[in-house]
C-alpha cells in the first residue's frame, strides 16, 4: 500500500518565519513612524481649510469672523477617543473683526514621545505646523 503525503512546513519553521518578520518589523517601525504621522497630519490640514472656508463665508455674510464653530457650521467629527474616526480637536482659538486664528490639535500621540502635533490656519491662509510630533 502506497501513502500519499502532502508537503507542508512544521510548526517550527512556521514560528521561526514569524520570529525574523517581527524582528525585522521592530527594526523598521521607527523609520516608518513619521511617514505614519505626516499622513495622519493631512487630516488636520484638509479640516483647517475647511474651517478656512466657513469662516471666509460668515466673514462674508457678518463682516466679522466667528468665534464658535457652531456658527459657521463646522462639524467636529467624534475622535477616537471618544470611539471615532478623527484624530484632530479643531477649535477656533481666537477671533475679531479683522482676524482669526483657528488650531487642530492631535488627541493621540502619534509616535508616543508625549508631544501632540498641533496646526493651525489664519484668516490669510496661512497653514502651518507650531507643534511637531
Request: avoid cysteine.
Amino acid at each position: 500500500m502506497k501513502k500519499n503525503f502532502i508537503k507542508a512546513f512544521s510548526l517550527t519553521e512556521l514560528l521561526v518565519a514569524l520570529v525574523i518578520m517581527g524582528i525585522l518589523i521592530l527594526l523598521a517601525l521607527p523609520e516608518l513612524m513619521p511617514l505614519i504621522t505626516k499622513a495622519k497630519s493631512t487630516e488636520a490640514q484638509i479640516q483647517l481649510n475647511h474651517l478656512y472656508t466657513l469662516e471666509k463665508s460668515f466673514f462674508y455674510q457678518n463682516s466679522k469672523y466667528s468665534q464658535t464653530i457652531d456658527d459657521i457650521g463646522f462639524e467636529q467629527s467624534k475622535l477616537v477617543t471618544e470611539n471615532g474616526k478623527a484624530n484632530y480637536r479643531i477649535e477656533i482659538v481666537e477671533a475679531s473683526t479683522n482676524s482669526f486664528k483657528a488650531t487642530a490639535t492631535s488627541v493621540v500621540d502619534f509616535d508616543g514621545d508625549g508631544v501632540f502635533n498641533i496646526w493651525e490656519i489664519d484668516q490669510n491662509q496661512n497653514l502651518k505646523e507650531t507643534t511637531k510630533d
